[in-house]
């Protein structure tokens, strides 16, 4: 899928510079870079990991990071010598489940099930407008501990962690996709 594309799913019209005689082609990460300068850091963040599937690891991701380490740290919440790596380790996973977010197994993410001619709503509990959610298991073979390992240690960190990006990403998003609309115009 082409920059383009994945920024018309987040209500960003782009004219496409590659259907003109001459025309210069489609748009570049570097493009996007260019026009993500004009927003805000945290939504830099936010856009370029749903756009190009990676992070930025600037000024945005600093500014996130050190809010969720102030509250792990906090709270006491990782008690190991290792406690900044693995907190990366984990804003990153949960940066991820708010960026990515996975197709529902179930349903593949069409929010439906066909079983011969009978269609019906997704019968997954986990299942929210045909996305998931990582279970435990995905999240700690991610940060590399055993399942176990991250249910005593980790899970609660990463909940913390979730409902403060919970609380400052969609602002922040919002913010960074309405600049993105100027920009483009």
Not at 76 to 82: A, E, G, N, S
Not at 113 to 131: E, I, L, Q, W
Request: glycine share 8%.
């Amino acid at each position: 899928m082409s920059i383009e594309e994945k920024l018309c799913r987040l209500g960003v019209k782009v004219q496409s510079f590659g259907d003109t005689y001459g025309g210069y082609g489609a748009l570049t990460p570097q493009d996007l870079a260019a026009a993500l300068s004009l927003c805000n850091k945290v939504g830099q963040e936010v856009i370029w990991r749903r756009v190009m599937q990676e992070s930025l690891r600037e000024e945005g991701y600093n500014e996130i990071y050190s809010g969720a380490w102030n509250i792990v740290l906090g709270k006491k919440l990782i008690k190991r010598p290792d406690a900044p790596l693995v907190a990366m380790k984990i804003l990153d996973e949960a940066l991820d489940d708010y960026t990515q977010q996975y197709n529902c197994r179930t349903c593949g993410g069409k929010q439906y099930v066909t079983r011969g001619t009978v269609t019906r709503a997704c019968p997954s509990t986990g299942c929210r407008d045909g996305k998931r959610l990582r279970t435990d298991a995905e999240r700690a073979k991610s940060i590399g501990v055993s399942r176990s390992t991250y249910s005593e240690s980790y899970r609660d960190a990463y909940n913390v962690i979730n409902d403060h990006l919970t609380g400052i990403l969609p602002n922040a998003e919002s913010e960074a996709i309405s600049c993105l609309i100027r920009y483009f115009r």
